[in-house]
């Protein structure tokens, strides 16, 4: 069976970024927009890099433009708009697509056909729950804010793991 570890993005400076670099942390990925009515969820997934980076936890954005073109900027907008405006300390790819032809195999991987929870992505700020062991735990529409109840005890319940 795949794990997440199998797979390989760039950052945003088009610098490798393996998955493998997170084996044994809890991941949250959320497909991110910079110009979208959820895009304030930012700060929630901030605040909980910095409630539970020190249990293991770590955050990676994945910038997507599929949704209404809701991420048109470069890599260089997209970081300086998420330091600037969010204080964004945790990792960010280069831009993916979630769905279609151009699916990222991560995301086949995600919501593909046999994943854990398949289906196309819905929106920006959709968020995958991955365990230590690189798996998918749950998923969490882009509606669920990163703070509340539900991702927040699925995140401990992992983290306890």
């Known amino acids: 069976m795949n794990t997440i570890y199998d797979f390989n993005l760039n950052g945003l400076k088009g610098i490798p970024m393996p998955f493998s670099h997170y084996k044994g942390k809890v991941l949250l990925l959320v497909n991110v927009a910079s110009q979208c009515g959820l895009t304030p969820q930012y700060a929630a997934l901030q605040k909980l890099v910095d409630r539970y980076a020190s249990q293991g936890f770590q955050v990676v954005g994945l910038p997507c433009n599929q949704f209404g073109g809701q991420e048109p900027g470069s890599p260089s907008e997209i970081k300086s708009f998420c330091e600037n405006q969010y204080q964004i300390t945790f990792p960010l ?69």
Do not use: M
């Not at 919501?111 to 398949?118: H, L, S």
């Not at 062991?133 to 927040?152: H, M, N, Y």
């Open 93 to 161: 790819t280069e831009k993916i697509e979630v769905n279609g032809k151009g699916r990222h195999p991560l995301y086949a991987h995600l919501a593909g056909d046999g994943a854990a929870f398949p289906g196309d992505v819905t929106w920006n700020f959709e968020k995958f729950l991955i365990d230590k062991q690189g798996l998918v735990l749950r998923r969490f529409s882009p509606k669920t804010a990163p703070d509340s109840e539900a991702v927040t005890q699925a995140l401990e319940e992992a983290l306890a793991q």
